[in-house]
């Protein structure tokens, strides 16, 4: 249990800021071996150890925003995130007794290729089930890591699976004798060989580029204030001030909810903002609180205004800051659970990307860039129709992801640096370069690799602005989507399937 309980704390060591990957394929390991011939009530137990240890380092920031904006004291806020983490530590607990139970009956190599699976299986149940938090997903460790250069072919679901089915091996080889280890560990030089071999792969097609101007406004606004009425006209005047120097650059971007009120409350200064891109061949894009008075719904959104007008309305809510669950109950307890504009409602799934003259606008608000399968969606009508417009190296719009953000809430913790390490991780699935704006960081322009070209520091007040060549280009991710995860899968349970037979 202890050693579970310290493999787990291990396992977010990987991620940003650290990335130090190899210690996560350690952690990983370590709980395979660890629950391997294991009773199916020991190996829950020790998944649920290596769980604790693993949320518990991994988003111990979570304490940050219950503390000092939802203005509960520490020792209560120190509970309620241990509270969450014990949630999320039950999902590993479950794989590693489903794993003993069922898995634990096969031979050992038929094991060590479906427990891979198993632990895919998991991160998308506790995505998708009752905690909606893509967080820590294996794949990220791998992001400066062994198997960073799968990412535009097999995106974050096949990295993950392959970080798991390298631990699995190694165990597995370690562990056995003979021909089964020589096998096995063939089969993990194999894996390193095509890891390290298809980083220096370029899986884009011939890139489609654009010469553009854009702004990205930090405004570096107090949490704690921004939503007082006494602070709104000095927001405005931060916004307005930071912003003038650049109209007349294509784009303008302000954070997410960067205006402290409702769209329809400004439309004066909408209407000031649409008049003056308008002028200057410049399209603003910001997030705004929208209010539908007819069905008595919020939305978060992201809106464009001047030469380009657009909607989108965001899809994936945060919990607790943006919708409550079980609100019935909770509402009220505490000041966290009645934060300001925490009962939106989920945007349609039919919605477009923002298509303007020199860009085709991927739009991702803040919490959205977590979830792959949403942005390869949004992304994927970026590159239809790519050919009728006069195809690659023409005349056609290169594809580009703007995502505004608001990461105040969580400090100077880790949260915001994993959270720009998923923002990352999608431009190199996907080939597409960055534009992000945040209200305190990391405002920053990515290329089509997920590589830095220019960013701000954290907490300070500042325009990012640059004139140059963006740049994407469709990888077989973006353009097949999850099919290689699905053929890896096919290829382990027929792996599986036919050491078993084996073995009978």
């Known amino acids: 249990m202890l050693v579970a309980l310290i493999a787990g704390a291990l396992f977010p060591l990987g991620f940003a800021p ?68 014990m949630i999320l530590a039950a ?22 290729l479906l427990w891979p699976l198993l632990w895919l299986a998991t991160e998308l149940f506790r995505t998708h089930f009752l905690t909606n ?3 820590l997903y294996l794949g990220y460790s ?47 030089l194999v894996l390193i060989v ?75 200064l909408a209407d000031a903002w649409r008049r003056r891109g308008r002028e200057a061949g410049t399209t603003l894009i910001s997030g705004f609180p929208v209010f539908e008075p007819d069905t008595d719904t919020w939305y978060a959104s992201l809106i464009s205004l001047g030469v380009t007008e657009h909607r989108y309305d965001k899809q994936e809510l945060v919990p607790f800051g943006e919708y409550v669950p079980l609100q019935s109950v909770l509402r009220g307890m505490i000041e966290f659970f009645d934060l300001p504009m925490s009962s939106f409602t989920r945007g349609e799934a039919t919605q477009k990307i923002f298509t303007t003259d020199k860009l ?34 023409a005349t056609a719009r290169p594809n580009v992801i703007v995502t505004v953000s608001n990461d105040a809430w969580f400090g100077a913790s880790w949260g915001p640096l994993q959270h720009f390490q998923m923002v990352r ?8 370069p960055v534009l992000r704006a945040t209200n305190n960081g990391i405002t920053a322009i990515l290329d089509r690799h997920g590589r830095v070209e220019k960013r701000l520091p954290q907490f300070e007040r500042g325009v990012l602005a640059s004139r140059q060549r963006l740049e994407s280009a469709q990888t077989p991710y973006a353009r097949y989507g999850f099919a290689g995860v699905w053929m890896l899968a096919v290829l382990l349970m027929a792996g599986a399937l036919i050491g078993w037979r084996r073995h009978r």
Not at 101 to 107: D, E, I
Not at 425 to 432: D, I, K, P, S, V
């Open 133 to 135: 938090f893509p967080w």
């Open 425 to 432: 991780t999608r431009a190199l699935e996907l080939g597409m």
């Open 142 to 188: 791998q992001f400066e890591g062994l198997f960073a250069g799968l990412f535009p072919l097999l995106g974050i679901f096949g990295v993950t699976l392959l970080g798991a089915l390298f631990c699995t091996l190694l165990v597995y080889g370690l562990g056995s004798a003979g021909k089964s280890r020589g096998v096995t560990l063939a089969g993990l």
């Open 194 to 268: 095509v890891g390290f071999g298809l980083g220096r792969v370029d899986w884009g097609r011939q890139p489609v580029a654009a010469e553009v101007s854009v702004a990205l406004v930090q405004a570096n606004v107090d949490q704690n204030e921004k939503w007082q009425r006494s602070a709104f006209t000095g927001i405005v005047d931060r916004y307005r001030a930071l912003s003038e120097p650049y109209w007349g650059y294509d784009y303008i971007i302000w954070s997410e909810a960067a205006i402290p009120a409702r769209f329809d409350q400004i439309g004066f």
């Open 360 to 393: 085709k606008l991927t739009p991702a608000i803040c919490y959205e860039i977590a979830f792959p399968g949403l942005v390869l969606d949004l992304a994927r009508q970026g590159f239809e129709g790519a050919a009728g417009e006069g195809g690659p190296g």
């Open 18 to 85: 650290l990335d130090w990957w190899p210690v996560t394929l350690l952690a990983v390991s370590t709980l395979f071996w660890l629950t391997t011939d294991a009773p199916p009530r020991i190996a829950a137990r020790m998944g649920f150890a290596f769980g604790l240890g693993m949320f518990g380092v991994g988003i111990s920031w979570v304490a940050v925003s219950i503390h000092d904006f939802g203005h509960a004291p520490w020792w209560l806020a120190a509970f309620l995130t241990l509270l969450f983490v």
């Open 91 to 112: 999902f590993i607990a479950l794989m590693t007794w489903v794993d003993a139970r069922l898995l634990a009956r096969l031979p050992g190599l038929s094991r060590a």
